[in-house]
């Protein structure tokens, strides 16, 4: 057998063989799926972390408009309520004669895990309620 019909020979089991090739397009494809996966967990925080603070800033307010606790304990109850364990918003909360006004906030570059969204790393994550005052 000659030199060159071995190496035909060689090139044509090598062709037919599909051994290993799974794994070569599942390390080719992982990185991407990883990235996929990183953005939409970054993205469900960032949006749960949104209805959180909707729903503590409504319940804040509406404890300050009956009357139960003033300003300063409001903010506190606020932070301790909207926070995670990677990040604590800025709450303020503004009280006139007729509404109180409750703002959360937090930069989403301390809210996003893995920084896969990069593009809205530099906005705030935040929500604002206002109510009206009931009489006292």
Known sequence: MSLLSKASRSCRIFRRD??????VEFVLWMPI??????????AS???????????V???TARLVSRH???ATAAEAYA?????????????EVTITNSTVTVNLSAPARDLSVFNAIGFVLDEEIDA?????MEPS
């Open 18 to 23: 599909t051994e290993g090739s799974a794994s």
């Open 128 to 132: 604002t309620v206002i109510q009206s």
């Open 57 to 59: 800033s409504r319940d």
């Open 45 to 55: 925080i960032l949006f749960m972390t949104q209805s959180n603070y909707w729903n």
């Open 33 to 42: 799926f990883f990235g996929i996966l990183m953005l939409v967990i970054d």
């Open 68 to 70: 139960a606790m003033d």
């Open 79 to 91: 932070k301790a309520r909207a926070s995670n364990g990677w990040a604590t918003p800025t709450a």
